[in-house]
């Protein structure tokens, strides 16, 4: 037994770390756009294999050898918005990410958003973290002032230009406003959810950064990050899973991707 250990022992790491990459690879790609285009390919691929071991059919045999290496490109263009996630995800670990709102500025944001919760106004806001954002911030209006709740909920105010995009905040400061931020195409079973809860969903897939919601019909509390949405949130609760966040750097539970963590009603 020893002898068998000692021979073979490299490939049961090979194994593990297969497996390990096959898992991770599950929970990156379930719930999105690629993962039925991806399993309808791979049930083609090895019913096609299989067929062709079976029945010995050369010519099907010869021609999926000379197809892999077009595949595997083809499979790197139409996973691109998937692969993108993937690389975000690995360099938003937290070793990576130094930048954290302090305490101060998080009680000014949070404040804000009640206010605008009480009067319905949305609004919709980025924490940036360790991944840059000038990309959105170029999109919209450059502020850069000190967080205040009269400037946030000014800023939102239906009357104001720059209240139907996107805030960015980085250290405690308003970086930008009225930014656009990509929209999320991630299948999610409640029709309910609108664009705004949207591109807080797709910014968090792209980058690192926390997205904070406040919802124009309901005036509901939300909460992104890594393109999952926890929707319908109590001041406190909201308080307590973003100092989470930011200390851990994930939400408490991993929900489904296929739907937020909570029944969402009108958003």
Known sequence: MWDFVTEHWRDGVEIIILAVLA????????????????????????????????????????????????????????????????????????????????????????????????????????????????????????VDAVMSVELITTIFHPKTALHDGGMIIDQGRIQAAGCVFPVSQREVRDRAIGLRHRAAMGVTEETDAIALIVSEESGALSIAYRGRLEHDMEPEELRNRLNEILTFGSLKAEPSTDEPTRELGTV
Request: proline share 2%.
């Open 23 to 142: 898992y991770l690879g599950y929970l990156f790609f379930r719930g999105t756009r690629g993962a039925r285009i991806l399993t309808g390919l791979l049930t083609l691929l090895l019913g096609l294999a299989l067929i062709s071991q079976l029945l010995e059919l050369e010519v099907i045999s010869w021609l999926l050898q000379r197809i892999s290496v077009f595949l595997a490109v083809a499979l790197v263009v139409l996973f691109q918005p998937e692969l993108r996630r993937v690389l975000a995800e690995l360099g938003s670990h937290r070793m990576f990410s130094f930048n954290r709102p302090d305490p101060e500025s998080l009680d000014v944001l949070l404040e804000a958003m009640q206010k605008l919760s009480a009067r319905r106004c949305g609004a919709l806001f980025a924490l940036k973290r360790g991944i840059d954002l000038k990309q959105f911030v170029e999109t919209g209006v450059e």
